[in-house]
């Protein structure tokens, strides 16, 4: 079997070389900086006691919990900092505000806050960010005024995503092949920067054909991605040869509804995944069935560069670290990159987290 009491599998790091020539066309020395080669902190802890909290607008799965363990252990270099609360606001905006208000009225000096909402709560940051606190929405690019609307705004390089899938295809499929993109709900954000991200990286290769100029909206979850992806297998069949993805999720319902209808799984690029799907692949890999795979992972590590900017924002210190954040390579079929699998760790647990083993399996027995 595949699945192993012990996380097994990740030849990310005895790879160096080949996953150093996929990310160097993004790793600029002015651009985004990958997620496993952040700064070091300790320079921006100061000496003042120091409250951080941070607010998801929904937070009820794995990934998140891990995201807020990588938060507390980044701040636990800083003596001087306490990372003690968390508020899940269940999906609603109101909610999501009442959180960010609720702590800026308290005086905390470091507000986090996952940009769920998008521009939709700039007004929110707005009304907390100065008077001694310092607020950092991260993840999501917003259109917002630093300094004005919030402290900084770092986020995760979707559109570098984006091209690096389109790169990673052209060499899986020998640059040829009908590619799609799937994301989240429709006019999501996010989604929509991996998909210009990808366009634009498809230009350099025209054996690639965009079945669709706009993502495949599967609202990030199990349940529509599975009715997507058979809308897909209906209006195309086996002609689909590649999807990329900006969450493992959806992948992994994707898979499973072409292995239902019996269609060959075309080739995968996805990011956040999870242990589930990593351990089906694994297995797939073991049979001699597996499909061509590319997963970037370690975003739930995108939070410790978002404490380090907020830190270096409320101390005034100049710091050089991009704002941008890729992934790394987890897996990559091309290159004998296989990812990591547990059979003790929950389905979707996303085992590419910095924290030591140790630590991220004494969370999911919490």
Known sequence: M?????????????????????MGSVALADGPVRVDQGADITPLCGTDPIRVALVDGWGGDTWRKITYAELQDEGSKCSNVTVTDHVDAGGDQQAYAAAINGFATQGYEIILAFTDFGDAAIPTYRNANGNGTTMVPYFGVLSGTPGVDYAVNPYQDSEAVGRQYADWLNVALEGKGN????????????SASFQKGFMDGLKNYPGLNLLDENFIAMNWNPADAQKAAAGLIAKYGDTIDAIASDYGVTSLATIKAFQQAGV??????????????NCMYNAAVEAGTAWKYLAVDGSTADVRFALRQALAAHN??????????????????????????????PPDADLSSLMDEKKLFSLFNQ
């Not at 595949?2 to 996929?22: D, Y």
Request: some cysteine; overall charge negative.
């Open 179 to 190: 590619v799609l993109m799937s994301g989240g709900p429709a006019g999501a954000a996010s």
């Open 264 to 277: 060959r799984v075309p080739a995968i690029a996805t990011i956040a995944t999870s242990n589930e799907l």
């Open 2 to 22: 595949t699945k192993q009491t012990n996380i097994k599998g990740n030849t990310f790091f005895a790879s160096t070389c080949a996953v150093a020539a996929l």
């Open 316 to 345: 005034g210190i100049e710091f050089d670290e991009p704002l941008g954040v890729v992934p790394y390579v987890y897996a990559d079929s091309t290159q004998g990159i296989t990812p990591k699998c547990s059979d003790i760790a």
